[in-house]
């Protein structure tokens, strides 16, 4: 499918019971559980924060494991696997990140790292995902003999190719690692290759403050290059960081600006210029509720502040962040909210308008898929 079979997949979305073809398991899926809303694996859905690492399917670690002679997987048992890797609230976001040690190690040939993003988008048009930006890390896939660029052409084309068969509008944002001293290196990869959406910053954000690559994303401004920074809620200055400090056009996660404002009768008083310009801008809030309570923000979706900052007039976008680590699908992170706070299907529809809306793919492309709604 080309570009063109888009407008055609979301016509199929809307008019018919979506049916979940899995490809590894051979299995066909109707419904994604007996509670979900019926109409959410229908509806169309857009992802603006999905890690291309975190993503992959439980079957093809073990199974790229398997092939490569891997073996120091926790355990070689599906439901155990799942188990080891989902994020535990008890431990810090580092913690949470050995994961990413396991799924690194089989991305380290282009094959392996093409197969990956053929079948990201595959289980992201199955679940009725119409626009997508897969983010990865190219550097730490340059552990054995390949270089950065071989990465990110192997990303690409997957994503190129994926998007002419599965019919879903993507792209790849690059990441640096904060902990790391590479990020110009990064910078640098998007100001090579046109096809790259955007820059981005991920990893450990406790001690490891944004502001450290401050040069790099100065950089990367200077060569029009898109940026959207990670601020999570362990690090309340955060936001100021990425925002004020960065100019950072997203904020990747961000539900901790909750804190910096209150409700009153005639509208917010913000408690610092970071808030009240995020919210005065519209700028885009890559909100990952499910993830974020793994990780111990809340203790459960309806503590979550996804509704209040939807309610409140800030741009909230409904991510995965890492549908292997968390489990998770898009369908099944929007089915999270609309029972927890009875969302209804055209909130949910103006949530995708809004997600497209702030996305990084040429705009005319975007622009298009939105008409056909």
Known sequence: MNFEGILSFITKIISRKFIYWSSKTSDVIIQYNKSMNEWIPNIPKAVLHDHLDGGLRVDTLLDLASIQGYSKLPSTKKVDLLNWIEPKPNKTLAINLEAWDHTIAVMQDTNSIYRVTMEALEDLANDGVVYAELRFAPLVHCQNALNPKEVVDAVLNG????????????????????????????????????????????????????????????????NDINITLH???????????????????????????????????????????????????????????????????????????????????????????????????????????????????????????????????????????????
Request: hydrophobic share 40%.
């Open 159 to 222: 994503i190129k190719d994926g998007t002419n068969q599965f019919g879903v509008l993507s792209g790849a944002i690059l990441c640096a690692m904060r902990h790391l001293n590479n990020s110009k290196e990064v910078v640098n990869l998007c100001i090579e290759n046109n096809d790259v959406l955007a820059f981005d910053l991920a990893g450990p954000e406790v001690g490891f403050s944004a502001l450290n690559h401050q040069e790099a994303i100065e950089i990367a401004h200077r």
């Open 231 to 373: 601020a999570d809620w362990e690090v309340p200055e955060g936001i100021h960081e990425v925002i004020l400090d960065l100019r950072s056009a997203r904020i990747g996660h961000g539900s901790q600006i909750i804190n910096d404002y209150n409700k009153i009768e005639n509208g917010l008083i913000f408690k610092n210029l970071a808030a009240k310009f995020v919210h005065e801008n519209n700028i885009p809030l890559e909100l990952c509720p499910t993830s974020n309570m793994q990780c111990g923000s809340c203790n459960s979706i309806s503590e979550h502040p996804f509704k209040k900052l939807y309610d409140d007039g800030f741009n909230v976008t409904i991510n995965t962040d890492n549908r292997l680590m968390s489990n998770i699908t898009m369908s099944q992170e929007v089915n999270n909210l609309v029972e927890s706070f009875t969302f209804t299907q055209d909130e949910i529809l103006q949530i995708t308008k809004n997600t497209i809306e702030a996305g990084f793919v040429d705009s005319k492309k975007r622009e298009k898929l939105l008409s056909s709604f």
